[in-house]
Protein backbone atom coordinates (compact mmCIF):
# COMPACT_ATOMS: atom_id res chain seq x y z
CA UNK A 1 0.00 0.00 0.00
CA UNK A 2 2.59 2.30 0.78
CA UNK A 3 4.51 1.52 -2.41
CA UNK A 4 1.89 2.80 -4.25
CA UNK A 5 1.27 5.86 -2.59
CA UNK A 6 5.11 6.54 -2.93
CA UNK A 7 4.90 5.63 -6.75
CA UNK A 8 1.24 7.85 -6.94
CA UNK A 9 2.95 10.63 -5.34
CA UNK A 10 6.23 10.74 -7.57
CA UNK A 11 3.49 10.84 -10.70
CA UNK A 12 2.00 13.72 -9.46
CA UNK A 13 5.12 15.44 -8.64
CA UNK A 14 6.46 14.77 -11.83
CA UNK A 15 2.94 16.11 -13.43
CA UNK A 16 3.46 18.85 -11.53
CA UNK A 17 7.10 19.79 -12.90
CA UNK A 18 5.62 18.97 -16.59
CA UNK A 19 3.03 21.72 -15.84
CA UNK A 20 5.42 24.37 -14.37
CA UNK A 21 7.58 23.46 -17.58
CA UNK A 22 4.86 24.46 -19.87
CA UNK A 23 3.90 27.48 -17.87
CA UNK A 24 7.70 28.84 -18.30
CA UNK A 25 7.48 28.27 -21.97
CA UNK A 26 4.50 29.86 -22.07
CA UNK A 27 5.67 33.04 -20.21
CA UNK A 28 8.97 32.86 -22.21
CA UNK A 29 6.91 32.99 -25.52
CA UNK A 30 4.76 35.50 -24.61
CA UNK A 31 7.79 37.74 -22.94
CA UNK A 32 9.75 37.39 -26.22
CA UNK A 33 6.57 38.43 -28.25
CA UNK A 34 6.16 41.45 -25.80
CA UNK A 35 9.85 42.47 -26.38
CA UNK A 36 9.54 42.06 -29.97
CA UNK A 37 6.55 44.19 -30.25
CA UNK A 38 8.47 46.68 -28.57
CA UNK A 39 11.33 46.08 -30.47
CA UNK A 40 11.14 45.71 -34.17
CA UNK A 41 8.87 49.05 -34.47
CA UNK A 42 12.03 50.96 -32.90
CA UNK A 43 14.15 48.86 -35.46
CA UNK A 44 12.27 49.84 -38.23
CA UNK A 45 12.19 53.29 -37.04
CA UNK A 46 15.81 53.38 -37.30
CA UNK A 47 16.24 51.95 -40.21
CA UNK A 48 13.89 54.23 -41.93
CA UNK A 49 15.81 57.29 -40.47
CA UNK A 50 18.90 55.82 -41.18
CA UNK A 51 17.64 55.91 -45.16
CA UNK A 52 16.30 59.20 -45.36
CA UNK A 53 19.98 60.46 -43.39
CA UNK A 54 21.99 58.57 -46.53
CA UNK A 55 19.76 60.44 -49.07
CA UNK A 56 19.75 63.70 -47.53
CA UNK A 57 23.67 63.38 -47.40
CA UNK A 58 23.81 62.45 -50.68
CA UNK A 59 21.47 65.16 -51.71
CA UNK A 60 23.30 67.95 -50.35
CA UNK A 61 26.65 66.27 -51.84
CA UNK A 62 24.89 66.37 -55.50
CA UNK A 63 23.79 70.00 -54.65
CA UNK A 64 26.77 71.16 -53.69
CA UNK A 65 28.07 69.64 -56.70
CA UNK A 66 25.24 70.96 -58.83
CA UNK A 67 26.61 74.83 -56.87
CA UNK A 68 30.47 74.56 -57.93
CA UNK A 69 29.75 72.85 -61.91
CA UNK A 70 27.19 76.43 -61.77
CA UNK A 71 30.12 78.27 -61.04
CA UNK A 72 32.38 76.83 -63.56
CA UNK A 73 29.68 77.95 -66.19
CA UNK A 74 29.23 81.11 -64.81
CA UNK A 75 33.01 81.52 -65.52
CA UNK A 76 33.04 80.36 -68.92
CA UNK A 77 30.44 82.38 -69.83
CA UNK A 78 31.77 85.38 -68.48
CA UNK A 79 35.31 84.46 -70.53
CA UNK A 80 32.97 84.64 -73.93
CA UNK A 81 33.59 80.79 -74.17
CA UNK A 82 30.26 79.89 -72.49
CA UNK A 83 28.91 81.04 -75.92
CA UNK A 84 30.35 78.53 -77.90
CA UNK A 85 29.67 75.45 -75.65
CA UNK A 86 26.18 76.18 -74.86
CA UNK A 87 23.32 77.12 -76.66
CA UNK A 88 21.92 80.78 -75.15
CA UNK A 89 17.95 79.71 -75.44
CA UNK A 90 17.70 76.93 -72.74
CA UNK A 91 18.52 74.26 -75.22
CA UNK A 92 19.66 71.90 -72.84
CA UNK A 93 23.19 70.63 -72.81
CA UNK A 94 23.72 67.04 -70.85
CA UNK A 95 27.15 65.31 -69.81
CA UNK A 96 28.18 61.92 -68.41
CA UNK A 97 31.06 60.89 -65.58
CA UNK A 98 31.24 57.49 -64.51
CA UNK A 99 27.57 56.73 -62.74
CA UNK A 100 26.86 60.75 -62.72
CA UNK A 101 24.80 62.44 -65.59
CA UNK A 102 24.34 66.01 -66.25
CA UNK A 103 21.93 68.43 -67.67
CA UNK A 104 23.02 72.25 -67.85
CA UNK A 105 21.06 75.07 -69.37
CA UNK A 106 21.89 78.43 -70.30
CA UNK A 107 19.17 81.49 -70.87
CA UNK A 108 20.49 84.68 -72.31
CA UNK A 109 18.30 87.80 -71.02
CA UNK A 110 18.31 89.04 -74.38
CA UNK A 111 15.95 86.54 -75.05
CA UNK A 112 13.41 87.38 -72.76
CA UNK A 113 10.82 90.38 -72.21
CA UNK A 114 11.81 92.78 -70.19
CA UNK A 115 9.12 93.42 -67.84
CA UNK A 116 9.99 97.03 -67.43
CA UNK A 117 10.79 98.20 -70.94
CA UNK A 118 9.04 96.40 -72.91
CA UNK A 119 6.20 98.02 -74.84
CA UNK A 120 2.35 96.22 -74.23
CA UNK A 121 2.38 94.78 -78.02
CA UNK A 122 5.53 92.73 -77.07
CA UNK A 123 4.14 92.13 -73.43
CA UNK A 124 1.28 90.75 -75.05
CA UNK A 125 3.39 88.28 -77.08
CA UNK A 126 5.10 87.25 -73.92
CA UNK A 127 1.75 86.39 -71.90
CA UNK A 128 0.08 84.27 -75.33
CA UNK A 129 2.84 82.26 -75.19
CA UNK A 130 1.98 81.41 -72.04
CA UNK A 131 -1.50 79.74 -72.91
CA UNK A 132 -3.27 83.17 -72.20
CA UNK A 133 -6.30 83.70 -75.32
CA UNK A 134 -5.40 87.20 -77.24
CA UNK A 135 -7.62 89.46 -75.23
CA UNK A 136 -6.48 88.62 -71.89
CA UNK A 137 -2.98 88.61 -72.65
CA UNK A 138 -3.18 92.45 -74.00
CA UNK A 139 -5.51 92.90 -70.91
CA UNK A 140 -2.25 91.17 -68.94
CA UNK A 141 -0.02 93.89 -71.08
CA UNK A 142 -1.60 96.71 -70.24
CA UNK A 143 -1.76 95.68 -66.29
CA UNK A 144 1.76 95.39 -65.95
CA UNK A 145 2.57 98.68 -67.57
CA UNK A 146 0.16 100.19 -65.29
CA UNK A 147 1.74 98.78 -62.22
CA UNK A 148 5.13 99.31 -63.10
CA UNK A 149 4.78 103.13 -64.35
CA UNK A 150 4.81 105.78 -62.14
CA UNK A 151 1.26 107.88 -61.21
CA UNK A 152 1.30 110.80 -63.62
CA UNK A 153 -0.63 113.58 -61.45
CA UNK A 154 -3.37 115.52 -63.70
CA UNK A 155 -3.15 112.61 -66.35
CA UNK A 156 -6.77 112.55 -65.97
CA UNK A 157 -9.25 110.12 -65.01
CA UNK A 158 -7.38 106.86 -64.42
CA UNK A 159 -8.43 103.52 -66.65
CA UNK A 160 -10.55 100.86 -64.84
CA UNK A 161 -8.19 98.53 -63.08
CA UNK A 162 -8.55 94.46 -65.09
CA UNK A 163 -9.61 92.04 -63.14
CA UNK A 164 -6.60 90.17 -64.90
CA UNK A 165 -3.88 92.65 -63.03
CA UNK A 166 -3.34 92.83 -59.24
CA UNK A 167 -5.59 94.50 -56.57
CA UNK A 168 -2.99 97.34 -56.17
CA UNK A 169 -0.89 98.43 -58.63
CA UNK A 170 3.46 98.90 -57.27
CA UNK A 171 3.53 102.32 -59.57
CA UNK A 172 7.29 101.18 -59.63
CA UNK A 173 9.72 99.14 -61.77
CA UNK A 174 9.34 95.47 -61.32
CA UNK A 175 12.16 94.12 -59.02
CA UNK A 176 11.94 90.40 -59.33
CA UNK A 177 9.81 88.61 -61.79
CA UNK A 178 7.70 86.91 -59.45
CA UNK A 179 6.17 90.05 -58.64
CA UNK A 180 3.86 89.01 -61.65
CA UNK A 181 2.26 86.56 -59.49
CA UNK A 182 -0.01 89.05 -57.53
CA UNK A 183 -2.04 89.56 -60.76
CA UNK A 184 -5.08 87.74 -60.11
CA UNK A 185 -4.26 85.53 -63.80
CA UNK A 186 -0.88 84.52 -62.94
CA UNK A 187 -1.27 83.59 -58.66
CA UNK A 188 -1.20 79.93 -59.86
CA UNK A 189 1.54 79.93 -62.60
CA UNK A 190 4.68 78.85 -61.44
CA UNK A 191 8.01 80.82 -61.24
CA UNK A 192 9.59 78.86 -64.05
CA UNK A 193 6.69 79.05 -66.52
CA UNK A 194 7.37 83.10 -65.67
CA UNK A 195 10.71 83.18 -65.59
CA UNK A 196 11.01 81.53 -69.25
CA UNK A 197 9.57 84.32 -70.86
CA UNK A 198 10.09 87.43 -68.73
CA UNK A 199 13.18 89.14 -66.69
CA UNK A 200 13.92 92.29 -64.94
CA UNK A 201 17.69 91.67 -66.21
CA UNK A 202 18.24 92.66 -70.16
CA UNK A 203 18.36 96.61 -69.69
CA UNK A 204 16.56 96.53 -73.30
CA UNK A 205 13.09 97.46 -74.57
CA UNK A 206 14.31 94.27 -77.53
CA UNK A 207 14.05 90.87 -77.11
CA UNK A 208 16.53 89.22 -79.66
CA UNK A 209 14.28 86.18 -81.14
CA UNK A 210 17.16 83.89 -81.90
CA UNK A 211 18.27 83.93 -78.39
CA UNK A 212 14.58 83.30 -77.35
CA UNK A 213 13.08 79.76 -75.61
CA UNK A 214 12.02 77.38 -78.58
CA UNK A 215 8.11 78.04 -76.88
CA UNK A 216 8.57 82.18 -77.07
CA UNK A 217 10.31 82.12 -80.08
CA UNK A 218 7.22 80.60 -81.91
CA UNK A 219 5.25 83.42 -80.47
CA UNK A 220 7.70 85.83 -81.53
CA UNK A 221 6.87 84.64 -85.21
CA UNK A 222 3.27 84.82 -84.98
CA UNK A 223 3.03 87.89 -83.85
CA UNK A 224 4.53 91.71 -85.06
CA UNK A 225 6.40 94.03 -83.29
CA UNK A 226 9.22 96.70 -84.00
CA UNK A 227 11.01 95.78 -80.19
CA UNK A 228 11.24 91.65 -81.95
CA UNK A 229 15.27 92.09 -83.58
CA UNK A 230 16.70 88.91 -85.08
CA UNK A 231 20.58 89.63 -84.12
CA UNK A 232 21.64 88.90 -80.69
CA UNK A 233 22.90 91.86 -78.68
CA UNK A 234 26.00 91.73 -75.80
CA UNK A 235 24.30 89.60 -72.97
CA UNK A 236 23.42 91.75 -70.09
CA UNK A 237 22.35 88.77 -67.92
CA UNK A 238 22.26 84.64 -67.84
CA UNK A 239 20.10 82.44 -66.24
CA UNK A 240 22.22 79.35 -65.47
CA UNK A 241 20.38 75.85 -64.28
CA UNK A 242 22.30 72.82 -63.63
CA UNK A 243 21.00 69.23 -62.62
CA UNK A 244 22.65 66.36 -61.15
CA UNK A 245 21.88 62.67 -61.13
CA UNK A 246 23.51 59.54 -59.75
CA UNK A 247 22.15 56.44 -61.55
CA UNK A 248 19.67 54.28 -59.83
CA UNK A 249 20.17 56.80 -56.62
CA UNK A 250 16.43 58.82 -57.39
CA UNK A 251 18.02 61.67 -56.16
CA UNK A 252 18.98 65.13 -57.38
CA UNK A 253 21.07 67.69 -56.64
CA UNK A 254 20.07 71.23 -58.24
CA UNK A 255 21.44 74.70 -58.96
CA UNK A 256 19.99 77.90 -60.14
CA UNK A 257 20.87 81.63 -60.42
CA UNK A 258 21.28 84.39 -62.60
CA UNK A 259 24.48 86.06 -62.83
CA UNK A 260 25.91 89.49 -64.77
CA UNK A 261 28.92 90.28 -65.46
CA UNK A 262 30.61 92.13 -62.42
CA UNK A 263 31.39 96.28 -62.60
CA UNK A 264 34.47 95.84 -60.51
CA UNK A 265 36.37 92.82 -62.59
CA UNK A 266 35.29 92.34 -66.32
CA UNK A 267 36.45 88.47 -65.23
CA UNK A 268 34.29 88.14 -62.58
CA UNK A 269 30.92 87.44 -62.30
CA UNK A 270 27.77 88.74 -59.64
CA UNK A 271 24.83 86.78 -58.35
CA UNK A 272 22.30 88.63 -59.05
CA UNK A 273 19.58 86.41 -57.39
CA UNK A 274 18.13 82.43 -57.23
CA UNK A 275 16.49 81.06 -60.04
CA UNK A 276 13.80 78.27 -59.79
CA UNK A 277 15.24 75.24 -61.62
CA UNK A 278 13.33 73.63 -64.42
CA UNK A 279 11.27 70.38 -62.60
CA UNK A 280 11.43 68.55 -65.95
CA UNK A 281 14.38 67.68 -67.16
CA UNK A 282 15.61 67.17 -70.35
CA UNK A 283 15.86 63.34 -71.76
CA UNK A 284 18.84 62.26 -73.51
CA UNK A 285 17.54 62.48 -76.58
CA UNK A 286 16.30 65.96 -75.88
CA UNK A 287 19.24 67.20 -74.89
CA UNK A 288 22.74 68.02 -76.55
CA UNK A 289 25.13 65.22 -75.21
CA UNK A 290 28.53 66.03 -75.03
CA UNK A 291 31.98 65.16 -72.96
CA UNK A 292 32.02 66.72 -69.76
CA UNK A 293 35.44 68.18 -70.54
CA UNK A 294 33.81 70.44 -73.46
CA UNK A 295 30.52 71.39 -70.90
CA UNK A 296 33.34 71.93 -67.68
CA UNK A 297 36.70 71.82 -69.30
CA UNK A 298 39.36 68.99 -68.97
CA UNK A 299 40.39 69.91 -65.19
CA UNK A 300 36.93 69.75 -64.06
CA UNK A 301 36.14 66.29 -66.21
CA UNK A 302 39.11 64.76 -64.25
CA UNK A 303 37.89 65.77 -60.72
CA UNK A 304 34.32 64.36 -61.62
CA UNK A 305 35.62 61.28 -63.14
CA UNK A 306 37.35 60.54 -60.05
CA UNK A 307 35.14 61.74 -57.60
CA UNK A 308 32.30 59.49 -59.61
CA UNK A 309 34.24 56.32 -59.28
Not at 95 to 117: E, K, M, P, Y
Not at 263 to 292: N, Y
Request: charged share 20%; with cysteine; glycine share 8%.
Amino acid sequence: MSGRTSHESANASAGDESAGSGFSLVAVLVFMLIVSAIVVPFAVTAKTRLMIANNEVEQERLSLLAEGLGNVVASELIDGLGAKIFELDFTPAACRAGDLSFDVRVQDHGGLINLNAADDTLLALGFASLGFERQTAQALAKAAIRFRDSAKPFAGKPQPRSPAGPPEDKQAPFESVSELQEFSALASMSLQDLHAVFTVNSERSTISADRAPNRLRAFLARGSSASVTEAAADASAYTVELVVRRDGAGITGEAGFIIKRSPADPKAFWRLSRSPVTAAAASPEAAGTAGCEVLFGAEAAQILQGWSS
